[in-house]
């Protein structure tokens, strides 16, 4: 008798234990596909070239070599690529942080309905119906293979971005604050600059990383605009593939070294991404 | 703002009434709408790279939206370790395209890559992925899949999170299935938030580059050659900037035109 009341109180527990496991299993199994592509990259970044190409492949066992890192640097002037996209990435970030803060700043306050529109019709026009004025204007211009050219080309990708994040933001500024501010004398632009803007600061991280890691990426503006003094790491890595020989190692070497600061930034910027890349319809 | 947005667009339209080889001295030449004509009437591989531009659309978008929602209904509660797979979901999307692009190429190696060794054991055979002109185009979907079936799942995270209590409340009263909840609540009100998920993925979609340009650069034999791709040689290897820009406003209105049917579509009641 005692048993069984033991038994009937055990048993909803246990199932409850194995419906837990279940779960986690499905989680476990659902997530996979994505941790498998990067655990795949790195993996056969660390690999020697015999192992890279076996057969069958091998998952867990393998001799750890950092060749291929070494062989990336030996083959490739590589700082200069890193070089030339922190130079391109950084400096559209900034000039999108110059133009973006005081759009999004005015969409917030004054609805401009207009300039939002503006901006999802820049999202949906193809960016290579940009491309082809540029490469024809800055060709003419002498402007082909300059940071100059590449900066201006990718404030495309990064100023909508910026201009959506930064315009949820200021719409949480209470207008109380920037009004008394106009009440006290201070300008228009000194209640943007003074009031606003510091109360926005973790936004403006944000939408700054969001910015930088889109250009950093971007593939098709500089595959067309960069030349041999400004080729940027996704043209270099591209450059680096040889269809025919397969040297797998340095190649997934070339891609974990790109995407490495990618990650780390965006561990700082998570819970703005999705609204980044949806112009601000999602927010969390 | 005027010199990076609206020139170009204006200079994309204008030149797309002239013919013009960026090659060679001779000047641009006003033709009217006969680029046009050449698209819509004379062009078989435009319209082949129309077809497949949105065949590819519509079956990443609807891949993409199924797995999404399902896995946002999956993680919709509270577990130790959401947090984590938030993080992990989030970075297919950010990682670089490019290095991305460059692993699947590795992994879809026939004979030596991983995929057909974890297919094989699965019993399903060597696959030919990227390197058939058969089968380049359902592989190149595979990584857009991979790449953006999280954002969707995020988006409708997001939507779930935000719905009213009261809905599930009357319905528990009136005894209503997990199912039958689903069906007739949860998905219905999640639809506005979905729809959005989807105008995001179909925009991005259509102008799919990247991937594609790494991986295939259209082939095997324009299998995989979508209108971005055939746009793409037509201006930067023939340089024939004049016909180029008319498919340029072809596509732009391709993805425009879809966008605006999402728009409308969010906007009508069923």
């Known amino acids: 008798m005692g048993r069984e009341a033991f038994a009937r109180r055990r048993r909803p527990r246990a199932l409850g234990a194995l419906r837990t496991a279940g779960y986690y299993a499905v989680v476990g199994i659902v997530m996979l596909p994505t941790v498998f592509v990067f655990y795949w990259m790195i993996t056969l970044s660390l690999k020697t070239q015999v192992e890279a190409a076996g057969y069958p492949p091998h998952f867990f066992h393998f001799a750890v070599t950092l060749t291929n890192y070494a062989e990336v640097f030996r083959k490739n002037p590589f700082p200069q690529y890193v070089w030339n996209s922190f130079v391109v990435a950084a ?25 939002a529109l503006t901006v999802l019709v820049a999202r949906i026009i193809p960016g290579i119906s940009y491309l082809i004025p540029w490469y024809v204007l800055f060709r003419r211009a002498h402007l082909v293979d300059t940071y100059e050219a590449l900066i201006l080309t990718h404030l495309v990708v990064g100023l909508p971005l910026i201009i959506w994040v930064m315009a949820g933001f200021f719409e949480d500024v209470p ?28 936004g403006i991280v944000a939408a700054a990383i969001l910015s930088f890691i889109f250009s950093w990426n971007n593939f098709l503006f500089s595959v067309i605009l960069a030349g041999r003094h400004t080729r940027t790491l996704p043209i270099a890595v591209f450059n680096m593939i040889n269809y025919e020989e397969i040297s797998w190692g340095p190649l997934a070497a070339a891609a974990t070294m790109i995407t490495i600061p990618v990650i780390v930034l965006t561990l700082i910027v998570q819970r703005h991404i999705v609204s980044g890349l949806t112009l601000g319809a999602v927010k969390h | 703002m005027a010199l990076i947005i609206v020139y170009p667009v204006v200079y994309t339209g204008w030149m797309s009434l002239h013919g013009w080889f960026a090659s060679t001295l001779s000047p641009p030449k006003f033709v009217g709408l006969a680029n046009y004509q050449r698209l819509l009437t004379g062009d078989v591989r435009f319209h082949e790279a129309f077809f497949r531009t949105l065949y590819f659309a519509a079956l990443v978008v609807a891949a993409e939206t199924a797995l999404g929602l399902a896995m946002a209904l999956l993680f919709n509660r509270e577990f130790w370790g959401r947090g984590l797979v938030r993080t992990l979901s989030i970075l297919p999307m950010v990682a670089t395209p490019t290095a991305i692009a460059l692993i699947f190429v590795m992994m879809f190696h026939p004979t030596l890559g991983v995929m ?19 089968t380049a185009l359902y592989a190149l979907a595979l990584v857009d899949v991979w790449e953006w079936t999280p954002l969707v799942m995020l988006i409708a995270l997001a939507g779930l999170a935000a719905l009213p209590r009261e809905p599930y409340e009357a319905a528990l009263i009136d005894g209503a299935t997990g199912v039958r909840t689903l069906w007739h609540i949860t998905l219905p009100l999640l639809r506005p938030v979905l729809i959005v998920a989807v105008l995001f993925r179909a925009i991005d979609a259509i102008k799919t580059f990247d991937i594609i340009f790494v991986m295939t650069q259209g082939g095997p034999s324009n299998a995989s050659e979508t209108i971005n791709l055939l746009l793409f040689n037509q201006a930067f290897a023939y340089f024939n900037i004049g016909y180029a820009s008319s498919m340029a406003v072809a596509l732009f209105a391709i993805v425009m035109g879809v966008s605006l049917i999402l728009i409308k579509v969010r906007r009508t009641a069923w």
């Open chain 1, 175 to 202: 207008p109380d604050l920037t009004e008394a501010a106009l009440i006290d004398g201070c300008s228009h632009y000194g209640a943007f600059w003074r009031v606003a803007l510091p109360l926005v600061r973790p």
């Open chain 2, 116 to 134: 057909n060794y974890l297919v094989t054991h699965a019993g399903f055979g060597p696959l030919t992925w990227t390197y058939s002109s058969r």
């Open chain 1, 91 to 115: 400096g559209s970030t900034l000039l999108g942080l110059a133009a973006g803060l005081p759009a999004a700043f005015s969409i917030a306050r004054w609805r401009q309905h207009g300039l």
